[in-house]
């Protein structure tokens, strides 16, 4: 089975096997069983299931809402509580853990399915949600600090920053994002009167090599990198999205070279030109979500404005 992972805290061995089939059945992954508090926390640290299906009433020492509280802590796992019965107060504790549903025991297979399903799709928008929340703030650390910067620089020409000062601004915007890589590439003439485009700024997760220096990525024209699509694309203020695995053969060798699988890419404009573009990589393929790729957006235009204020 390939749906989502579910691990199942139940004390009661019958009920268990129960529910196990009752999972399966409806497409979705058994990730074990533990019958008590103690044994579940070491196996859901080890399984880092989707969600959790747990037993209110569990023997030992801890019952399901002291586990339910460490896993939402610890793992930030959604969980449903079962239950066959449950006092005033035990309810009071548990609303504290923010489960995010409850089944009563003897539970309906459509009942499961359906509160298994809405807690799977909260979970998912909630992580989404908290994701572009910490880019937002990243970002908006990083351009205050930016325009803190350019007050002292004169408001007649576009800013040029440290490069380590730059690196450290992307860095909490690559965190955030949990990127392998951010580039900042900038358009300026040719000789040959085709503009040409070279990487100027640059932020790497461990893992990522450096292309910053590589003179493949210094005034290159957008043609000879095969990206004449990329350019019509930037002018027009749209952003890019590119996996290695389905764009024209032509685009792949500006991937290639920063040995990245995918990105997202967007355009930078400063005062209504385009200065050229910020791309938001990933060591393997990846597609950002949509409100992932809105942060970014705002992400571009931000710094943007911080490279163009005067």
Known sequence: MTGPAIFIVEDEAIVANDIRETLISLGYTAAGTAKSGEIALE???????????MDIHLAGQMDGVDVAGKVHALYDIPVIYLTAYADKTLLERAKVTEPYGYVVKPYDE????????????????????????AILFAVSSAVEWLLRVSRKESPEQIRDFNAN??????????????????????????????????????????????ARYKPELSRFTWAA??????????????????????IPNEERPLLDLLGVKSGVILPIFIHDNLFGFIGFFDLTERTRSPDEIEALRITANLLGAALGYG
């Open 43 to 53: 196996k859901i640290k080890t399984a880092q299931p989707d969600l959790v299906l």
């Open 110 to 133: 459509r009942e499961l399915h359906s509160v298994i399903e809405m807690a799977l799709y909260k979970h998912h928008i909630e992580r989404e949600i908290k994701k572009r929340d």
């Open 165 to 210: 000062d730059i690196r450290d601004i992307l860095e909490p915007v690559g965190l955030a994002l949990d990127a392998g890589a951010i580039g900042i590439f900038r358009i300026q003439p040719g000789t040959t009167g085709s503009n040409t485009v070279s990487m100027v700024y640059e932020w790497g997760c461990p893992e990522y090599h450096t």
């Open 225 to 246: 990198m095969g990206l004449s699509r990329w350019e019509n694309l930037l002018v027009k203020g749209e952003d890019i999205s590119a996996l290695m695995s389905t």
